[in-house]
């Protein structure tokens, strides 16, 4: 599976954006999806994750209630919309593929990863 994440931007605190991962190869409606994100200086974390039919997902607590993902396994097309923006949102987001299917945390169990696409909020 190759990933290709967009939709990054400047964006003021309070702010939305939605970015997209564009997936290409067979597996990818069969497979959990995330979101990970690192700020400069810091471990990459978990955002937020989807299983393979869109149904079940998993958010970390710092963006519960503010994020959303989603997919389209039709457009093979990965999704994070993202509202109430504020400063400690600001780092590289990257999409990834899971190696089964219900959503997960862990950044071991995803092995396909795609480059980045970078959010900056401005206070």
């Known amino acids: 599976v190759q990933l290709q994440a967009s939709g990054g931007g400047l964006v003021q605190a309070g702010g939305s954006l939605r970015l997209s991962c564009a997936a290409s190869?067979?597996?990818?409606?069969?497979?959990?999806m995330g979101w990970f994100r690192q700020a400069p200086g810091e471990e990459r974390e978990f955002v937020a994750s989807?299983?393979?039919?869109?149904?079940?997902?998993l958010y970390a607590d710092s963006v519960k209630g503010r994020f959303t993902i989603s997919r389209d396994n039709a457009r093979n097309t990965l999704y994070l919309q993202m509202n109430t923006l504020n400063p400690q949102d600001t780092a590289v987001y990257y999409c990834?593929?899971?190696?089964?299917?219900?959503?997960?945390?862990?950044?071991?169990?995803?092995?396909?990863w795609g480059q980045g696409t970078e959010v900056t909020v401005s206070s």
């Open positions: 989807i299983d393979w039919r869109g149904i079940s997902t």
């Open positions: 990834a593929a899971g190696l089964g299917r219900a959503p997960q945390w862990r950044k071991n169990q995803y092995n396909y």
């Open positions: 190869g067979r597996t990818f409606s069969s497979n959990t």
